[in-house]
């Protein structure tokens, strides 16, 4: 069969609207197309190929898994997604791991278990959850309505209610509208999708003060912050604040889709047998390329790598813009940079997207002014380059359109 973009218009409900482009084949930071042109990956697959394309602990994990056993339900447990729980929880402020397979489902997972945790230990009333204008969450209709962008959740019926939303790092914002009947906060410790915003140290630690004080949840939302992406293992290590709920998704199988939820033991108590579940939730071939990739990402060479090559793409983007003069800004942490584009070119991130898929590289937008980039922790820095002078050769074509 002759599979082309034109039959992605015929045979697919036309919800995403991808690029011309399709790719058949990856390895590292490289991926090719049905025409064998090369492309640099800046993307990640959406901060998903934490380690690149088809990297070799990766493949063996699964092939090797592939050969043994690939579900089971939870009707039985498994050997990988027991070995992945411990090693989850050694390595975090938690103790016990609900296990989904996308980060809106794992988030949906936090909420209700949030909300269930306020019935048997507080009051019904005690049912308000609050999260921040430009926040994303995921696209079940409950985190959808969560997240900040009303335009996302509108226009599919009544939404599910005692949802808030106020200004990120607007500390007395939050203080206003919190009370004795909020359940919880939850909020991602970047703002990916929402545009690359950092917290404040103040705001986060304010917003650790506020939930202790009203006995309300903190829930972090670290599906694309997660596994390494800002150089930490997850970025609440940086920040001195501990959540009472965290998840994770994106870049936990490295490609293979897996979330997961984490919390304490006190509070998964409200989850107990029969109150939620997922069919394929800790299947045996997920957890056991997850436990890979984890394995492989926390190590110090890998997060420490992180930090070097973020300074890597800075400087780079520095010295392009000091060229061209294109962006306000370069915003982000780690390896999820956003170049925020000035005044003189509002609107038109995607545009110089598709510059750069011409230009044989691949990158992402977050927003109408900022394109971002979310490459393999470990891409190697002879690729940083390449795709560096590319970026500048979509730049060079942008500035003259
Ligand atoms: C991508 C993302 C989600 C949604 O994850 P899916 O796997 O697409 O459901 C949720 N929260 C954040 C912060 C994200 O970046």
């Known amino acids: 069969m002759q599979v082309t973009r034109e039959l992605f218009n015929e045979v697919m409900v036309p919800n995403y609207a991808p690029s011309n482009i399709i790719p058949v084949r990856g390895a590292g930071s490289r991926v090719w197309d049905q025409s064998n042109n090369e492309l640099i990956d800046f993307a990640g697959g959406i901060a998903v190929n934490c380690l690149g394309h ?5 493949v063996k994990a699964l092939t090797d898994q592939a050969q043994k056993l690939w579900h089971l339900s939870n009707v039985m447990t498994n050997e990988p997604a027991l070995r992945l729980a411990k090693k989850l929880t050694d390595a975090t402020f938690a103790d016990q791991v609900y296990f989904a397979n996308s980060g809106a489902e794992s988030n949906e997972a936090a909420l209700k278990l949030a909300r269930r945790w306020a019935l048997d230990n507080h009051s019904e009333s005690k049912n308000q959850i609050i999260a921040f204008k430009q926040g994303f969450h995921g696209r079940t209709f409950f985190t959808v309505t969560v997240g900040g ?3 996302y959740s509108d226009g599919f019926g009544p939404k599910p209610g005692a949802i808030e939303h106020v200004d990120y790092n607007d500390l007395a914002a939050l203080s206003t509208i919190m009370s004795d009947n909020t359940c919880a906060v939850m909020i991602e410790p970047l ?3 929402g545009g690359l915003v950092s917290p404040t140290n103040d705001f986060m630690k304010g917003v650790r003060q506020l939930c202790n004080q009203h006995n309300a949840l903190l829930i972090f939302d670290e599906v694309q912050t997660g596994v390494g992406r800002l150089g930490s293992l997850y ?5 001195d604040v501990t959540p009472d709920i965290m998840t994770t998704a994106k870049a936990l199988g490295g490609g293979f889709p897996i979330g997961a939820m984490l919390t304490t033991k006190d509070i998964a108590k409200s989850l107990k047998a029969g109150t939620h ?4 939730g800790g299947n045996p071939l997920g957890c056991a390329v997850a436990e890979a ?6 190590t110090p060479e890998v997060l420490d790598g992180v930090k070097a090559k973020e300074k890597l793409f800075r400087a780079g983007l520095d010295a392009i813009n000091l060229k061209y ?10 390896l999820l940079l956003g170049a925020v584009l000035n005044s003189k070119y509002q609107g038109r991130a995607r545009d110089l997207m598709v ?19 979310a490459p393999s922790l470990i891409i190697p820095d002879e690729d940083i380059a390449e795709g560096l002078a590319r970026f500048e050769k979509a730049v060079a074509g942008f500035v003259n359109l």
């Open 191 to 193: 703002q990916g999708e």
């Open 149 to 151: 962008q009303a335009a």
């Open 54 to 58: 088809c990297h070799p602990a990766l």
């Open 235 to 239: 970025a609440y290590m940086d920040l």
């Open 325 to 334: 003069d294109v962006f306000s800004e370069v915003r982000g942490k780690g």
């Open 277 to 280: 579940g997922s069919t394929y």
């Open 355 to 373: 510059a750069c898929a011409n230009e044989g590289l691949m990158a992402l937008i977050a927003g109408a002014n900022i394109v971002r980039f």
């Open 293 to 298: 990739a984890f394995d492989t990402v926390n």
